[in-house]
């Protein structure tokens, strides 16, 4: 087991070096020119050579691209063009958020779809199933912002049960931090939570045709037991892979859902960052979200053996 | 009084044809602490007897649609799931027929045998786990304290099957219902699964409905014989009478020729039902006339258009047959 992890996260280092390489290359040969937004409208070009040069933009793509990916190993993604402050602290500084954000969307997904996706296989065919996939269908297919505005209009203008935007971090107290929160994790786990609903609905009819369903209701078992312990333990395998599959779908939505709410964290700098053309800065966030989704589903992978005996590592 | 009436049962499926009528009218009897066995062609509503006295017929598509399973004075046929959940497993059980299916992948197996005991019995946690061991013991599984860790994957297709015997058993349920327990076991291993459940019935005073394919196992298990034709009992008696004189000739044309009684169940080559011309048809209205008839060499014009009646022959052993009085003198069929 031990060992196993460990070779899958050596198995890491060459995905992420691809990474790097095609955040790095793509936005080097994208037009634009973050010395052209840095110098203003009214900039002359002797101006912006200037900035151009004191910024490094000038010298060739492969001395860039080995500087930067050497400041790497160190931790060092280079310094913001914007900002002049180094990559790495604008991130740390913008984390928190984003953090517990997804966190809490991950939650309200999990919370939302698992008990939507087993009552489906359960009541297949009938009016609870037909809902709870209507609600996916219509989950998975509303976009992000929409769903947002809707939601504040609904709870924060009409209702004026939660604020409208911006964010609290948990040391200002725990109703104000949730509050600002519970609007932007919902519109950001919605897709992800119609995505488990789905699988955990297809996971579970699979595993309720099963001969050792049977057996279980010979026992006696209530329908509880038979559904979580028997049925759901089965079924958890394309549910985990899901789970970590569909976190793409909460990291790209993290850039509307801070932009709809006003959320100073990783999405927003992300969107400011392309705004600017400020290339260490959007470098340095792909290459770290890009980290985390492949180790989360390590994570999930590595889960696998805590619900099926069968798998061995 | 019988520990299970099933009084003119009838379940029926909804499929995209139209309704089937699996069970029509089927009447059976088993008293405290007896073995009866139930014979019958593929498809001829076995099972599905069976599932409709545990209350496990895949509902909505599958229903009991009339008659009564009375069972200790209650009719099973119109309890709520929740008192049926008190009868499963503790009342009684059920085996069946894939060992490699029938337990779940993902629990250890003391898992699966103490979540039943836990259920029924009221136990402590020691007792629980004293009687998860000892009933691996009573189904002779060599280390059973290791067993305990394992999970199904580790355990062979015999071995799997003890321990479904465990769990029906771990209870002491007044009645056992095997469909075909040994059908997907290798020979020698079907032996050993029938001397455990016929010597662990007879320890625990437990009546067994047992469902076999297999003459050799009515001989050496059952008191007495239910035959079963598209749905309805035809013939029923003592093990000994219906097998040396079959008084329908469905079960004359099953015996083909009748096996010897008390020949060893591992000794010999083994008798199976006998092939009989034509098929089991697919009941969707409750029978008018004799549903072999089409299949009888004795058919006449009145087996064709009236169901015939249940006729006592002597004792306990009955005929549903128009022609009962001529089916000792049949061609095929003849005891030996
Ligand atoms: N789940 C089901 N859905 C629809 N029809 C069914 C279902 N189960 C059984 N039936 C019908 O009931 C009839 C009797 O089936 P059953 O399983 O009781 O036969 P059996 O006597 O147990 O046969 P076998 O010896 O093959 O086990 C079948 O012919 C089929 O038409
Ligand atoms: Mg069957």
């Known amino acids: 087991m031990l060992s196993y992890a460990l070779r899958r996260l050596l198995a890491i280092i060459p995905v992420m070096v691809v990474v790097a390489l095609v955040v790095f290359s793509l936005l080097y040969f994208s037009p634009g020119d973050p010395a052209l937004v840095l110098a203003g409208e009214t900039a002359t070009p002797e101006e912006i050579a200037r900035i151009r040069e004191a910024l490094g933009l000038d010298r060739p793509y492969l001395v860039r691209l080995t500087e930067w990916s050497l400041g790497i190993l160190h931790g060092d993604f280079g310094d913001s063009i914007f900002f002049g402050r180094s990559v790495a602290e604008l991130m740390a500084q913008r984390a928190m958020p984003t953090l517990w954000l997804s966190l809490l969307a991950m939650i309200f997904a999990l919370v939302l779809a698992l008990p939507l996706g087993i009552i489906a296989a359960w009541q297949v065919g009938r009016a609870p199933d037909r809902l709870a996939m209507g609600f996916a269908v219509v989950g998975y297919s509303l976009p992000v912002f929409v769903l947002g505005y809707l939601l504040i209009f609904a709870f924060s203008v009409w209702l004026g049960w939660l604020p409208v935007q911006g964010y609290k971090p948990p040391s200002d107290g725990l109703w104000p931090f949730l509050s600002h929160l519970i609007l932007p994790a919902l519109t950001l786990g919605v897709v992800y939570a119609a995505l488990i609903a789905r699988i955990t609905r297809s996971a579970m009819l699979d595993v309720l045709r099963q001969d050792y369903m049977r057996t279980a209701r010979a026992k006696g078992l209530g329908l509880w037991p038979m559904l979580l312990r028997h049925a759901l333990k089965n079924a958890a395998i394309p549910i985990m892979?899901?789970?970590?599959?569909?976190?793409?779908?909460?990291?790209?939505?993290?850039?509307?859902t801070e932009t709809v709410f006003n959320i100073p964290g990783i999405g927003r700098l992300t969107v400011d960052a392309i705004l600017r053309r400020d290339y260490p800065v959007i470098q340095g966030v792909v290459l770290v979200l890009s980290g985390v989704y492949v180790l989360i589903n390590l994570v999930v992978d590595l889960s696998y053996g805590l619900f099926d005996p069968r798998i061995k590592y | 009084m019988a520990l299970l009436h099933v009084d003119n049962l009838s379940t029926s499926f909804k499929g995209r044809k139209g309704e089937v009528l699996a069970v029509d009218r089927m009447s059976l009897q088993i008293d405290k602490g007896e073995t009866l066995a139930v014979?019958?062609?593929?498809?001829?509503?076995?099972?599905?007897?069976?599932?409709?006295?545990?209350?496990?017929?895949?509902?909505?598509?599958?229903?009991i649609s009339g008659g009564s399973i009375r069972f200790e004075g209650k009719d099973l046929a119109t309890l709520t799931e929740r008192q049926m959940r008190r009868v499963r497993g503790r009342e009684i059980s059920m085996i069946f027929q894939e060992p490699m299916t029938s337990l779940n992948p993902a629990l250890t197996i003391s898992r699966q045998i103490t979540e039943t005991v836990r259920l029924h019995l009221d136990l402590d946690a020691a007792g629980v786990r004293q009687r998860a061991l000892e009933m691996l013991e009573l189904v002779q599984i060599p280390e059973p304290a290791r067993r305990l860790t394992q999970y199904p994957h580790e355990l062979s297709g015999g071995m799997r099957q003890r321990v479904m015997i465990a769990i029906a058993l771990a209870c002491d349920p007044k009645l056992l219902i095997a469909d075909e327990p040994t059908t997907a076991l290798d020979v020698t291993v079907q032996a050993q699964i029938l001397d455990i459940l016929r010597d662990l019935s007879s320890r625990q005073n437990m009546a067994t409905m047992l469902i076999t394919h297999d003459l050799g196992v009515v001989a050496e298990m059952a008191e007495r014989l239910v035959v079963m034709y598209a749905g309805r009992m035809v013939e029923q008696g003592k093990v000994a009478e219906v097998l040396s004189g079959p008084r329908h000739p469905y079960t004359a044309g099953l015996l083909g020729a009748v096996p010897k009684l008390g020949s060893s169940l591992t000794a010999g080559p083994r008798k199976a039902l006998a092939e009989i011309p034509g098929t089991v048809p697919l009941v969707r209205a409750p029978q008018t006339a004799c549903a072999f008839a089409p299949r009888c060499p004795l058919a006449t014009d009145q087996c064709r258009t009236e169901l015939p009646p249940v006729v006592q022959i002597g004792g306990s052993h009955l005929s549903a047959c128009w022609r009962t009085e001529d089916v000792p003198g049949m061609a095929i069929g003849a005891a030996s």
Do not use: Q
């Not at chain 1, 892979?241 to 509307?256: A, H, L, Y």
């Not at chain 2, 014979?39 to 909505?60: D, F, I, N, Q």
């Open chain 1, 241 to 256: 892979t899901i789970v970590g599959i569909g976190f793409g779908s909460v990291i790209s939505g993290v850039v509307v």
């Open chain 2, 39 to 63: 014979v019958g062609e593929s498809g001829c509503g076995k099972s599905v007897t069976a599932l409709s006295v545990m209350r496990l017929l895949p509902e909505p598509l599958g229903r």
